[in-house]
């Protein structure tokens, strides 16, 4: 009940494309859902995150939608870059406790 | 404004062995939390420390223990080292007081074990 599903594992997309990358869980006292962006040798760096109040955040060209219902979330990279090139995790957390539970990541490959 | 920095950056144990990694958290944040990120996986959350108390845990055994000091950084320690202990630990920080989540990462101390 603790997982987070991530799909795909990979994903190759033309520059100027967009990138979808989805998220399930399980775990209905999940209220925080942040997605990260990880390159090579660094740690995870903060995209954008969102709360199950809102069905949609957009922040600049990266939007997350949020379906309660179905316990389902995704990120979308629009107008994709080369620079996107990197790995991507969804997480869920509990508001106040400040422990996440990870997705096995999606490896995004943007072609120039 | 210094981020969540980790040190060392890479380490080279052998099985049986102790190591101890180090983590100062972003200025303003008191909590630390630690996780374990294998090859190709996600973040795994090891525990976490806040008011120099561990406050929560995850699935892992207590050869991994961690140490919190007054001025918020933080220890892991990991006795008796086994070839699967492997991985990239990462130290995120956050802040209970703003109720601040996002938790803020390091860029990780790559532990290998020979």
């Known amino acids: 009940q603790q997982q987070v599903k991530q799909s795909p594992q990979s994903l190759i997309v033309q520059k100027g494309g967009i990138s979808i990358i989805n998220c399930a869980y399980e775990n209905t006292a999940f209220d925080y859902f942040p997605w990260y962006q990880q390159f090579p040798g660094k740690g995870p760096a903060l995209l954008i995150a969102i709360r199950p109040d809102v069905s949609e955040k957009k922040e600049g060209r990266f939007t997350i939608s949020f379906n309660k219902s179905a316990k389902q979330f995704s990120l979308h990279i629009m107008d994709s870059q080369p620079g996107d090139s990197a790995t991507y995790f969804c997480?869920?957390?509990?508001?106040?406790?400040?422990?996440?539970?990870f997705g096995t990541g999606t490896r995004l490959k943007v072609l120039a | 404004d210094a981020g969540v920095t980790q040190s060392p950056t890479h380490l080279i144990k052998t099985r049986g062995q102790q190591v101890t990694l180090r983590c100062s958290p972003k200025?303003?944040?008191?909590?630390v939390s630690w996780y374990q990120q294998a090859l190709g996986q996600g973040p795994q959350f090891i525990f976490q420390?806040?008011?120099?108390?561990?406050?929560q845990r995850g699935n892992f055994p207590d050869r991994f223990s961690g140490h919190q000091y007054p001025n918020y950084s933080s220890e892991l320690n990991v006795n008796a080292l086994l070839l699967g202990d492997s991985a990239l630990y990462l130290c995120a920080s956050s802040s209970v007081r703003g109720r601040a989540q996002p938790q803020h990462f390091g860029d990780g101390t790559r532990l290998s074990i020979l």
């Open positions: 997480a869920a957390g509990i508001s106040g406790t400040y422990k996440y539970i």
């Open positions: 200025s303003g944040h008191d909590t």
């Open positions: 420390y806040y008011e120099e108390e561990e406050r």
